[in-house]
């Protein structure tokens, strides 16, 4: 039993298998990547930057560090985890350590959550990957306070440095996930688990800074290529706010924050109280 960092990263530039050298990561062909003093890697080359600070800002990172510390959803992160570990005692075989991603990890509420309830669990080895550096720089200063539990790398879902077939799961949360790319690095059996928005999510929220609501896409969605379908769970309960911060930290973390207009944002910045439904769907889907 145990957390240990997930090793098995791939150079972004070629694919090929990193080999930690003291606090460097160097693939065959040269290319070398220095750990930060924070304890993170970035594996995010230019030419896979879509801007030149891609993903959420600091400010984003920091409200949703706040809110998510709150404990606001923190029954998602018990189903999430459960579902992780009961995947874990099936698949461990051989005394190896079940290995995760959280593929955009955010500041690392989750993965943080898997391993505390991971006490008395098979081994895992977790690693967090996110687009946004500050996302990234978060989680590994959190995660030093005490022994490092993960690997933490700037990267893109699109181009995942991770070798091809060494993960047992991906987790995906609220993100943007790349099924081709967590199909090539899962093992065949190994579970896809992704955390989406309900119907109701937000809803009272949205209610306020949007003028009307779009209709709700149907639930049903295909089952990915390479997949097959395992097992779903909703996710969905009341959430008291109280004061214009827990607010607007609430807002600042989804992409609400943009695509609502200067008077929606306004209307949300009067609020003092407000109840809203937490609405999640948890679809586990397995690697064929």
């Given at each position: ?12 530039l ?20 220095d ?37 606001h ?34 500041e ?41 539990l ?13 070798q091809?077939?060494?993960l ?19 093992k ?39 997949f ?10 009341s ?27 306004a ?14 769907r ?7």
């Amino acid at each position: 039993m145990g957390i240990t960092p997930f090793q098995a990263l791939a150079c972004p530039l070629d694919g090929e298998a990193l080999i930690r050298s003291g606090n460097t990561w160097i693939c065959p062909d040269g290319h070398s990547f220095d750990i930060a003093k924070q304890g993170y890697v970035n594996l995010l080359p230019v030419q896979q930057k879509r801007s030149h600070d891609p993903g959420d800002s600091k400010a984003m990172v920091a409200a949703r560090q706040r809110f998510l510390d709150a404990g606001h959803y923190q029954p998602i992160a018990e189903s999430v985890s459960n579902a992780v570990l009961s995947h874990a005692k099936v698949q461990t075989v051989d005394n190896l350590p079940f290995s995760c991603l959280d593929a955009g990890c955010g500041e690392g509420y989750y993965l943080r959550q898997l391993a505390d309830a991971a006490a008395n669990s098979p081994s895992l080895s977790l690693m967090g990957l996110d687009i946004s550096k500050w996302a990234v720089l978060a989680a590994a200063k959190q995660d030093a306070k005490h022994s490092p539990l993960s690997s933490w790398v700037v990267g893109s879902n699109a181009h995942l440095p991770v070798q091809t077939e060494t993960l047992d799961s991906v987790l995906c949360m609220f993100g943007f996930p790349v099924v081709s790319e967590f199909a090539r690095v899962l093992k065949s059996g190994g579970a896809l688990l992704l955390v989406e928005a309900g119907p109701d999510h937000l809803r009272e929220l949205r209610e306020v800074i949007y003028p009307t609501l779009k209709p709700e896409r149907s639930a049903e969605a295909e089952v990915p290529k390479g997949f097959t379908y395992h097992s779903s769970e909703r996710v969905s309960y009341s959430l008291g706010l109280n004061g214009s911060k827990e607010i607007a930290d609430l807002l600042a973390m989804t992409p609400h924050l943009y695509r609502a207009s200067a008077e929606g944002r306004a209307r949300a910045a009067t609020l003092e109280m407000l109840v809203v439904t937490v609405d999640a769907r948890i679809v586990v889907y397995t690697r064929i």
